[in-house]
T-cell receptor, first 114, second 114 residues
């Protein structure tokens, strides 16, 4: 099946620092999504990317859909304590039997020290 | 709108017991999904449904069953609980809009099998 490798697995940063994380895939995706999960909650969608090379922002968050369609990046600028949580990338395949279904990365655990 | 609701929030089962995890969505979404989340492993798809009366296996279906008799409800059944099924279970739904489809997650059910 499709594999997504997400890195880093965890990050410990100071408030105000910028954060970068990425996902790479063994196969091509048509859609890349970034989710955030707060403790005890389900994942919530942050950013969706639909075209290779696309760069999309949502407040302090910026994500990019890699040109090869096998990777994606998420950056968080000027981190604040409420950025704490687990960040997941997810990819949607090219269609056929994978249509609609997502493959998730392992998650990046972000800790922000005040 | 309540979105996606799941019950129970927590449950402890003994080996060999059975139970049903409930999931309901009030967004009139066609697609519904069940995932399990294990530490450091991201989310794995168990089963999904593209409409009432239609279900299909995901990546890790063994030990589980589902049914979809209505658009709103998508229960997940564990027949003979095993310790390997200790996990956090998330239900999600989406309208089924192709590449721009967005999955909305419930708050999760934390299951422990002893």
């Amino acid at each position: 099946g499709q594999q997504l490798n997400q890195s880093p697995q965890s990050m410990f940063i100071q408030e105000g620092e910028d954060v970068s994380m990425n996902c790479t895939s063994s196969s091509i995706f048509n859609t890349w999504l970034w989710y955030k999960q707060d403790p005890g909650e389900g994942p919530v969608l942050l950013i969706a990317l639909y075209k290779a090379g696309e760069l999309t922002s949502n407040g302090r968050l910026t994500a990019q859909f890699g040109i090869t369609r096998k990777d994606s990046f998420l950056n968080i600028s000027a981190s604040i304590p409420s950025d704490v949580g687990i960040y997941f990338c997810a990819g949607r395949g090219a269609g056929g039997t994978s249509y609609g279904k997502l493959t998730f990365g392992q998650g990046t655990i972000l800790t922000v020290h005040p | 709108n309540a979105g996606v609701t799941q019950t129970p929030k927590f449950r402890i089962l003994k080996i060999g017991q059975s139970m049903t995890l409930q999931c309901t969505q009030d967004m009139n979404h066609n697609y519904m999904y069940w995932y399990r989340q294990d530490p450091g492993m991201g989310l794995k798809l168990i089963y999904y449904s593209v409409g009432a009366g239609i279900t299909d296996k995901g990546e890790v279906p063994n030990g589980y069953n589902v049914s979809r008799s209505t658009t709103e409800d998508f229960p997940l059944r564990l027949e003979l609980a095993a310790p390997s099924q200790t996990s956090v279970y998330f239900c999600a739904s989406s309208p089924g809009l192709g590449l721009s489809d967005t999955q909305y997650f419930g708050p999760g059910t934390r299951l422990t099998v002893l």
